[in-house]
């Protein structure tokens, strides 16, 4: 099963950020928090991960908190093309297990 | 660099029936994972190969098998297909096993009919 809880559904408008929050309050220490994203009808993409510190890619930007029972991607500028399904993971072992994930609309 | 290609695209089957479906990672990636998504249970993870091994397997009947060649193509056979397998199959590769910094290909959309 999922460790990560992530709200159903989220809206933002063109240009603006997009904060979406994940729970992970059962994480483990040797756990790393993944983002991927999922645009329609194409195969997840990978966006971003991190342990403990905060991480900034090209694409978007990870905080976690100092407990790291939570953690919220930013992407700072959204852009209707960043309409997906995001997932938030957690994970130590070989395997991704990908939940429900957070649909994202971007909006002109 | 090319992403990572699946083959064919799209495939119907009749029940009963068995496929196979084809993965080419990126070039240089030495892991291939396999996933299937359906609209009721999600992204479930298949299995993963490293090397020519199996490194890791999710929660599938053994209808589904796997496996990969020297030039870490892989692929994946479900046989005596049921209504219920038809999903997007999806492949990913990755550098390293262990590594979830995971690059997907656009998937096989299997239909069973």
């Known amino acids: 099963d999922a460790k990560t809880t992530q709200p159903p559904s989220m809206d933002c408008a063109e240009g603006r950020a997009a904060n979406l929050p994940c729970n992970h309050s059962?994480?483990?220490?040797?756990?790393?928090v993944y983002w991927y994203r999922q645009i329609h009808s194409q195969g997840p993409q990978y966006i971003i991960h991190?342990?403990?510190n905060n991480e900034t890619n090209e694409m978007a930007s990870l905080i976690i908190t100092e407990d790291r029972k939570s953690s919220t991607l930013i992407l700072p500028h959204a852009t209707l093309r960043d309409t997906a399904v995001y997932y938030c993971?957690?994970?130590?072992?070989?395997?991704?297990?990908f939940g429900t994930g957070t649909r994202l609309q971007v909006f002109p | 660099k090319a992403g990572v290609t699946q083959t064919p695209r799209y495939l119907i089957k009749t029940r009963g029936q068995q496929v196979t479906l084809s993965c080419s990672p990126i070039?240089?990636?030495?892991?291939v994972s396999w996933y299937q998504q359906t609209p009721g249970q999600g992204l479930q993870f298949l299995f993963e190969?490293?090397?020519?091994?199996?490194?890791n397997k999710g929660n599938f009947p053994g209808r589904f098998s796997g496996r990969q060649f020297s030039n870490s193509r892989s692929e994946m056979n479900v046989s005596t297909l049921e209504l219920g397998d038809s999903a997007l199959y999806l492949c990913?590769?990755?550098?390293?096993?262990?590594?979830?910094?995971?690059?997907f290909g656009p998937g096989t959309r299997l239909t069973v009919t």
């Open positions: 190969y490293f090397s020519e091994t199996q490194r």
């Open positions: 993971i957690v994970s130590a072992t070989d395997k991704l297990i």
């Open positions: 991190g342990l403990k």
């Open positions: 059962t994480i483990s220490g040797n756990e790393y």
């Open positions: 070039s240089g990636h030495r892991s």
């Open positions: 990913a590769s990755s550098l390293l096993t262990g590594s979830y910094e995971q690059y």
